[in-house]
């Protein structure tokens, strides 16, 4: 019996963990930050 419990604990506290991350990332999204890269003169020559 001890061997289920020790299971059954584990499984829950992985589900838990999952379940935290994915309400974590649910409410706090990352910034968004704009990217400006310069192309170099030659991609903007035509051939």
């Known amino acids: 019996m001890p061997d ?3 299971f059954v604990l584990v ?3 992985l ?3 999952v379940y935290g ?3 974590a990332l649910s409410h706090f999204p ?3 930050t ?3 890269k310069p192309l170099p ?3 903007l ?3």
């Open 41 to 43: 003169s030659e991609k």
């Open 11 to 13: 499984v829950g506290f």
């Open 34 to 36: 704009e990217i400006v």
């Open 15 to 17: 589900v838990g963990a």
């Open 4 to 6: 289920t419990v020790k």
């Open 45 to 47: 020559r035509a051939k």
């Open 21 to 23: 991350s994915a309400w």
């Open 30 to 32: 990352p910034e968004q």
